[in-house]
């Protein structure tokens, strides 16, 4: 029978452009948030993270903004270049709990 | 500094039989977890140590598969027998926890290479 894959949102921007990943949390009890980026053929690498009792968080080219009133999660890429170009996860950690919770990711396309 | 280690990097197997994963996880974290990624389930957590102890297992599939951490420096993720349905990349990643289950720090886990694994 044919077998149904796992769509991924695909976000599609130029070079030089900046990008805006969004991910909803299901958890309202959850207290810290990361992100990572994987690219093909590669594990999950950590590219930011966030607590809750922050709204915003700013790293290298990259901007971690958090809404707890409507439990939602960005990740702002500045100038991305082609080799941000991967999958990007959002991940939860409950309160209480020691391990992370992923989403189901977003493919960012850049090109050049 | 190294990263995480996973061998093998690839593996292809024959229905039936036994494949065994190996992870080093980065020196002195304290965590280790093993995960199972799929274009159907994305990724899954299968089983979590910390200090070297099982704490949760609840997402190993079946008894088909166990994981073992004999040392700080090693674990195994295997499966035996072995089905077509479990070919998936399987990844390990470390962490150091501080405070487990706390407001700490340390939740951030670091990812290894993967192991892709195909059973025909």
């Known amino acids: 029978g044919e077998s149904v894959g796992l769509h991924l949102p695909t976000l599609s921007v130029q070079e030089g452009d900046n990008s805006i990943i969004n991910c909803a949390y299901s958890?309202?009890?959850?207290?810290?948030f990361i992100w990572y980026k994987q690219e093909s053929g590669k594990g999950p690498q950590f590219i930011i993270d966030?607590?809750?009792?922050?709204d915003k968080r700013q790293g290298q080219r990259v901007t971690v903004l958090l809404n707890k009133t409507v439990k939602h999660l960005s990740l702002q890429i500045a100038a991305t270049q082609p080799g941000d170009s991967a999958v990007y996860f959002c991940?939860?950690?409950?309160?209480?709990?020691?391990?992370?919770?992923f989403g189901k990711g977003t493919m960012l396309l850049v090109s050049p | 500094d190294a990263g995480v280690i996973q061998s093998p990097r690839h593996e292809v197997t024959e229905m039936g039989q036994e494949v065994t994963l190996r992870c080093k996880p980065i020196?002195?974290?304290?965590?280790l977890f093993w995960y199972r990624q799929t274009m159907m389930r994305g990724l899954e957590l299968l089983i979590y140590?910390?200090?070297?102890?099982?704490?949760?297992d609840s997402g190993m599939p079946e008894d088909r598969f166990s994981a073992k951490m004999p040392n700080a420096s090693f674990s195994t993720l295997k499966i035996q027998p072995s089905e077509p349905r479990d070919s998936a990349v399987y990844f390990c990643?470390?962490?150091?926890?501080?405070?487990?289950?706390?407001f700490g720090s340390g939740y951030e886990q670091y990812f290894g290479p993967g192991t892709r694994l195909t059973v025909t």
């Open positions: 020196s002195g974290h304290n965590s």
């Open positions: 990643a470390s962490s150091l926890i501080l405070r487990t289950g706390g």
């Open positions: 991940a939860e950690r409950r309160s209480g709990y020691s391990t992370l919770t």
């Open positions: 966030i607590r809750s009792n922050m």
């Open positions: 958890n309202s009890a959850s207290d810290y």
């Open positions: 140590f910390n200090n070297n102890v099982p704490i949760d």
